[in-house]
């Protein structure tokens, strides 16, 4: 049987840069509660990036936060208004 080979995300360079400031942050923004929440969507079950993936656990774990209640906040945040910025407007970062 082959063995399954990992993949690199296309975003992997710019998520892991997004994820080595929030390994930092202690007090998080809505910006950073935000990110947090796309990249653990983009993430999930994708076959490569581990340390990312690991890292993102570390995150939720250090601001002792469950994924569901990640969600939960993150909906209630984009139920007020707009989270990031407009000079990111136009950009497609869901992929």
Not at 68 to 83: D, N, P, R, S
């Amino acid at each position: 049987m082959a063995e399954i080979k990992d993949q690199r995300h296309p975003q992997y360079t710019k998520d892991r840069q997004i994820l080595n400031d929030l390994l930092t942050q202690n007090s998080p923004s809505n910006r950073d509660f935000a990110d947090l929440a796309r990249l653990i969507i983009r993430y999930k079950g994708f076959m490569g990036a581990r340390d990312i993936q690991a890292d993102l656990i570390k995150v939720l774990t250090k601001w002792q936060f469950t994924e569901e209640e990640l969600f939960t906040k993150t909906k209630a945040i984009h139920a007020i208004g707009k989270v990031y910025m407009a000079q990111d407007e136009g950009q497609d970062d869901w992929a």
